[in-house]
């Protein structure tokens, strides 16, 4: 590997500590070859093996000195897999949960410029499917376990980590992080946990914002279906299911869900408008006053932009198609899937109405096609803003802390429920404009997976305690 200047200082991305090394410590060794070996398993949800995943992972600890009688694989299926270790501690204090998905999306080989099933370093990235999302986390925790272990360190309190399948499913079938809730809830119990999400945000490579994710909006899935008695495409009628349903997808295309602000969001565009300036604070500024117009240049620039549109508001938005059965049959059914993400506290009901409204044609039917998991936000105390805003200072000098929520879903609902305050909070650093997770060439920062996985080192030491 060619990673000797970058891993520890950099021009853009700071980490106090020694001068960068010629060759990888031991400890960035361990941590890469685990990386590495964690990647190149094949793990996509549907047709992968979290199972084997899990075992390799497990090989690991149990190398690195963790007891057999504290490292469990749990395989409630064929190829689904979750393991559960723990570096026990004083029991001064109740434990921490480290919590990391080890299923991944799908990765056609013909998409991509690598293969995503190899790790490669190229350009000063690493390439490959789950290289963020979220291996890099399950990694660094495996690798930061053994650290611990043969360093003799005694935290205060267990330190837990649980490594599940299929969050990238939404746990649908109840086979991840809810199967371990409900068979094995003794060994994951925690006073809080630490997830993935909440990543370190560059500008022009300078460390701007450091996230921590305390709340997300709800997923919710709908299906749209118009029926019709189809015919002969020789002879076509104006009654077209692939046209009426067309039509109200382009009535939904145009609707934008009123803004809705909570704590957390409120928090983050506060800040935000304190770091950026110029005419994006004045634009946060004056939605945050309550007084902007919907319709207003303020709303519409900032709803122009992916990632405050996503904070802003509920939203909705198209993802499948199907219809017809023949190239010279008039369709009899047409559906479409309609995927939501819906602010915390928004009735789940209130979308569906919503939806129907927008559409505005009683011949398409709404129906919801899963369930939603809502959950509270997790508070923002001293014991867990406090950790981070101290190593924040150190790692990434000048970036400011936002609480943030999170546009996506992931397993913190289900741990919130089940009474586990849970934050997203990586340490993993990558520019703001860009997201390749679950894209073409899913990449991190060659520099930011190291200073990362040091990061999570010394935070969960600043949470566990001890000596």
Not at 53 to 58: E, Q, R
Not at 264 to 289: H, K, M, N, P
Not at 435 to 463: Q, T
Request: glycine share 10%; hydrophobic share 40%; net charge neutral.
């Amino acid at each position: 590997m060619r990673l000797s200047a970058i891993l520890l200082t950099s021009a853009t991305l700071v980490i106090s500590g020694p001068a960068a090394a010629d060759a990888l410590n031991a400890n960035q060794q361990r941590a890469f070859d685990i990386y590495k070996e964690l990647v190149e398993i094949d793990t996509v949800t549907a047709t992968g093996d979290t199972g084997k995943a899990a075992d390799a992972m497990a090989a690991r600890l149990r190398a690195g000195g963790i007891p057999d009688a504290d490292v469990q694989v749990f395989k409630p299926a064929p190829r689904k897999g979750n393991l559960v270790a723990r570096l026990r501690g004083s029991g001064a204090r109740k434990p921490i949960l480290l919590v990391a998905h080890i299923d991944v999306v799908p990765a056609p080989r013909a998409d991509w410029g690598t293969d995503p099933f190899k790790l490669v370093e190229q350009d000063g990235y690493f390439y490959g499917r789950g290289s963020g999302d979220d291996k890099y986390m399950a990694a660094s925790f495996v690798a930061n376990l053994v650290r611990y272990k043969q360093e003799g360190y005694k935290p205060d309190r267990d330190i837990i980590l649980a490594l599940e399948t299929d969050e990238e499913i939404l746990d649908k079938d109840a086979l991840g992080i809810q199967w371990l809730l409900k068979n094995h809830r003794d060994l994951i119990d925690a006073e809080f946990a630490l997830n993935e999400g909440g990543p370190v945000g560059l500008k022009d490579g300078k460390p701007l914002r450091v996230s921590v994710q305390t709340s997300e909006k709800v997923s919710v899935t709908y299906a749209l279906s118009v029926k019709n008695k189809g015919g002969h495409s020789a002879a076509p009628v104006k009654d077209n299911a692939i046209y009426r349903l067309a039509a109200g997808l382009g009535r939904l295309s145009s609707f934008n869900f009123p803004i809705v602000l909570n704590e957390t969001t409120r928090a983050y565009f506060e800040r935000t408008a304190q770091i950026e300036g110029g005419q994006l604070a004045d634009d946060l500024r004056a939605v945050l006053s309550g007084q902007a117009d919907p319709a207003s240049a303020a709303v519409t620039r900032l709803s122009d932009n992916t990632g405050y549109n996503a904070q802003l508001r509920t939203t909705c938005i198209t993802t499948m198609l199907q219809a017809g059965s023949a190239f010279n049959a008039l369709p009899q059914l047409a559906t479409a899937t309609v995927n939501c993400r819906v602010m915390p506290g928004e009735p789940i009901d209130g979308v569906k109405a919503t939806l129907e409204k927008v559409i505005g044609d009683s011949q398409i039917a709404v129906t919801q096609i899963d369930t939603a998991t809502t959950s509270d936000p997790s508070s923002l105390s001293e014991g867990i803003i406090g950790p981070i805003t101290k190593l924040s200072a150190e790692f990434f000098p000048g970036a400011v802390v936002l609480p943030v929520m999170s546009a996506g879903a992931t397993d913190g609902s289900y741990l919130r429920n089940a009474g586990i305050p849970t934050y997203g909070h990586s340490g993993m650093a990558g520019d703001i404009g860009e997201n390749r997770a679950h894209g073409r060439d899913e990449r991190v920062l060659v520099k930011s997976f190291f200073i990362g996985n040091e990061y999570l080192y010394r935070l969960v030491k600043e949470f566990a305690g001890g000596k």
